[in-house]
């Protein structure tokens, strides 16, 4: 039985994505451009938004891209957009940071998160303070376990010189006891 070479392409091809931009960076509800974009295999989020930003003539650093299907719910950017037609294009929606919701002060909600964030605090000051007497107290311990080391390689040293000592000196040292 004779078997034959044969290759499966298992490369993706890049998606091409129709997107319309909607600038509600701008106050501006309707939509601005419609353009299709391709989109390569693999690719992130930077290089998808960097590809968006070019041509779409988006270059402004505190503006949010919000991607919508054509039935308003959100996807995200990423490689795996799937290709649709002109008539239903994705909607990119434009925005600035904190545009429609204004941020707010953050606080601790209640008194014993403060009274536990405060002993946190507390704690890593002691340990930030203490750190230099902790390094010196780690580097005498592993000096003392080393001259510990030292000693015993020593002793164990010299008790395999005398094992190997193998010259007859013609009498036995101590007399047997049989």
Known sequence: ???????????????????????LDKNDDRIVALQEISIPPAAEFTMIQQIISTAFGLYSSNIIYKLRNHRGSLIPLNSSIAANSKHLPYVLEVSK???????????????????RLQNIEKRIQRLEMILPEIKLKRNEKLNQEIECLNQKLKFLHKRMQVADSRSWKGELTRAPLW
């Open 1 to 23: 039985m004779k078997m034959s070479n044969v290759s499966f392409e298992t490369q993706k091809r890049v998606s091409k994505a129709w997107i319309a931009v909607r600038r």
């Open 97 to 115: 940071v904190f545009q429609h919701v204004p941020p707010k002060q953050r606080t601790i909600p209640s008194k014993s998160m403060k009274i």
